[in-house]
């Protein structure tokens, strides 16, 4: 029985770090720039060509240490991690192996309303590798070395997650706290982060591992989950069939849902690691700590916390805040000049979402939200249209017609609802003329109405909003359509 098992994950987090240059070179760190263009001797490879570590790598490492709850090594050591691959042109990459940046630590995540934790086994840096290309058709590979060299911290967590759930769970949080401090821009889709995962299973209550495979470069959510429930289920069968489950890389083949044998893993010893002879070893001062530490921002969870206790939001209102990429800092934005929070909670995950999905819209840093035209969305321009429609001035129905305009033109809301003739009609006489004609063109509905059918009420409201075309105030045209019907005024 499946139910007699039970999961053992771990997870290596790559994440590249948001330095404009690379780990140990002055080469520029740019993403989608025609390929080999960004590259200078040392990240070839160039022989002779020495490595020099660039400080602020390692203050957004050290973020990273700290906001885990990480202990500081305050003397590591760099090291070379020997193999040989056509994205490696030194046949080394530059890692950290018995002395990480990092030790210790603990990520905090929440599963179905239950808090879990997990524990960080370490953070160490490395530089990344450049990228293969495999055309079907073709007899031979391309290689980009643009991305070789591009500074990257490793978070290995303890194998204490025991679901796809738990994993995916970790993974979404580590990945908003990576953002929040600074250090990724949490694109999974480019490869900017991504995330191997260490799967096996056991009996349930017996101590011993499995035995381990790791299921390389999962850089979505979706295929995270997956990719470890496959991994689980065929271990399992294989186990029950009385096979053998073999130390191996897999990778995730989502057309066929399945994961596929790349290769038998290697072993610490495979990659014959020694100290990184070209480097001398980083001593991180007690004042370059303290400084990270004093700088490092507001956590997602402290965000969260805030949000609910101080805004008075719940909690999944505050956890869509948190979860997509700049709602926090723009809700802030706005609340700040008095829109009562649920009001801009529900503009950020309405109208501005939308845009965001359908890729009108994306979020810029210390700005607000862009379009793809550089027509901006800033707080106060969304604190001006909802105060539009709390005045009366425009109907909630007028203010989304507001936003897509603003979406195309540097307009003011106001502005908008002027040019458009959307201002809302709240003269009691203009409503009464016309209710009377909705009601003069519908005698059948009236009577069926008054013979007790109220839930035609709904549908004559909504006659009179669009013979108004939207602009009629829609407590006005209840209060006088009921008071007509009910009363004959």
Not at 42 to 48: L, S
Not at 227 to 238: K, L, M, S
Request: hydrophobic share 40%.
């Amino acid at each position: 029985m499946k139910t007699q098992y039970e999961a053992v994950i771990g997870l290596e987090v790559h994440a590249q770090l948001g330095t404009r240059t690379k780990i140990f070179s002055r080469a520029a760190v740019t993403f989608d720039e025609p390929a080999n263009s960004v590259v200078n001797e040392v990240c070839a490879g160039y022989p002779g060509s020495l490595p020099v570590l660039q400080r602020d790598a390692v203050t957004l490492a050290l973020r990273a240490g700290v906001a885990l709850g990480c202990n500081i090594r305050r003397k590591s050591q760099f090291a070379r991690k020997n193999y040989f691959y056509p994205d490696l042109p030194k046949g080394y990459q530059i890692s950290q192996f018995d002395a990480p940046l990092c030790e210790g630590g603990e990520l905090v995540f929440e599963v179905a309303g239950e808090t879990k934790r997990c524990g960080i086994t370490r953070i160490h840096m490395e530089e990344d590798t450049g990228q293969s290309s495999h055309a079907s058709d073709a007899p031979f590979s391309l290689i980009d070395l643009n991305r070789a060299g591009t500074g990257l911290i490793e978070i290995v967590s303890e194998p204490e997650l025991r679901t796809a759930e738990e994993a995916s769970a970790y993974f979404k949080e580590l990945r908003a706290i990576l953002v929040a401090i600074g250090i990724n821009d949490g694109v999974l889709a480019n490869g900017s982060m991504r995330c191997d995962a260490n799967v096996s299973v056991r009996p349930v209550g017996r101590e011993a591992f499995g035995t381990k495979v790791e299921v390389k470069n999962l850089n979505s959510f979706k295929f995270l989950r997956e990719a470890i429930g496959f991994e689980i289920e065929r271990q399992i069968a294989e186990i029950e069939a009385g096979g053998t489950i073999y130390q191996e890389t897999r990778l995730w083949d989502d057309a066929k849902k399945q994961t596929i044998m790349m290769r038998r893993k290697e072993g610490s010893a495979d990659y014959r690691y020694f100290p990184e002879p070209d480097l001398p070893h980083l001593v991180v001062s007690e004042a370059w700590l303290a400084e990270v530490a004093a700088t490092l921002p507001e956590l997602p969870s402290q965000t969260r916390a805030r949000l609910q206790e101080v805004c008075g939001l719940s909690a999944y209102d505050a956890g869509v805040l948190v979860a997509t990429d700049g709602f926090a800092a723009f809700f802030d934005g706005v609340a700040a000049l008095g829109t009562a929070p649920k009001a801009v909670t529900n503009w950020l995950s309405g109208s501005i979402l939308a845009a965001i999905n359908a890729r009108a819209l994306s979020y810029r840093g210390g700005i607000g939200f862009v379009t793809a035209a550089g027509h901006r969305i800033l707080p106060a321009a969304i604190a001006e249209l909802q105060k539009l429609v709390e005045d009366n001035t425009i109907s909630s129905t007028a203010s989304r017609t507001v936003f897509e305009k603003m979406l195309t033109t540097d307009a003011a809301p106001a502005a908008i609802v002027e040019s458009e003739g959307l201002r809302q009609v709240s003269d009691t006489g203009a409503i009464d003329g016309i209710i009377d004609e909705v009601l003069a063109a519908n005698p059948s509905e009236v009577e069926r109405y008054r013979a007790g059918q109220v839930q035609l009420f709904g549908f004559l409201v909504g006659l009179a909003m669009k013979a108004s075309k939207g602009k009629g105030d829609p407590k006005l045209v209840n209060a006088r359509l009921r008071a007509k019907l009910d009363g004959g005024a």
